[in-house]
Structure formats: C-alpha cells, structure tokens
C-alpha cells in the first residue's frame, strides 16, 4: 500500500521561509504528478502546487514569486520551499500523488503570525 509521509511545517513570522517535504512509500512505480493542497479553517482545500514528473509545476497565483516545488523522482519524492510567508498562508498543507490513484498525506500545519 502506497503511504506519503511529510515533514516540515511548523510556526513562523511573516516574511519567513519554511519548507515541506513529502515521501511516498509502498511504491514500485513513479507518481505521475505530486504536489501540495492547503486547507485554512472555514475555507475549501486549494491546490497550492504540482508537478508533473517530466518537471512541469502549476502554481496558485497567490503563491507563485513566493513559493517553489521540486521532485526527485527516484525518491518519489516532492518539496515545497515557502518564503516570504505571509498569514494567509496559515492553513494545514496536504501532500498529494497521483499513480494515477490519488494518495494523500496525512497534512501538516503551517502557521504563519504577523
């Protein structure tokens, strides 16, 4: 069974970087694609990044200048760097893969004080 296993997240201030990593394990294949949705209180999950494993990545406007993602792809493997955080950025940040069955992290909080 295919399990994603991430780490990062935690609490910053505003203008801060923090960076998320997610693993995938349990897998003889590579994932199609990989990436990053978010969830803040109140709100929907919104996709925050992906990337597909030939390299190609899609951002949410909200975040592209600020953040970047990057896989390794013999590590099933995918990164989130997030700098010049900002409180809107408080959310719970779930890691995703696509093989093509869609398997999901268990999230981690990011919190962001201003």
């Known amino acids: 069974q295919v399990k994603l296993v991430e780490s990062g997240g935690g609490s910053v201030q505003a203008g801060g970087s923090l960076r998320l990593s997610c693993a995938a394990s349990?897998?003889?294949?590579?994932?199609?694609?990989m990436g990053w949705y978010r969830q803040a209180p109140g709100k929907q999950r919104e996709l925050v990044a992906l990337?597909?494993?030939?390299?190609?990545?899609n951002c949410a406007d909200s975040v592209k200048g600020r953040f970047t993602i990057s896989r390794d792809n013999a590590k099933n493997a995918v990164t989130l760097q997030m700098n010049d955080l900002i409180p809107e950025d408080t959310a719970v940040y779930y890691c995703f893969a696509n093989f093509p069955l869609t398997v999901w992290g268990q999230g981690t909080q990011v919190t962001v004080s201003s």
């Open positions: 349990g897998s003889r294949s590579s994932s199609r694609s």
């Open positions: 990337i597909s494993s030939g390299g190609s990545t």
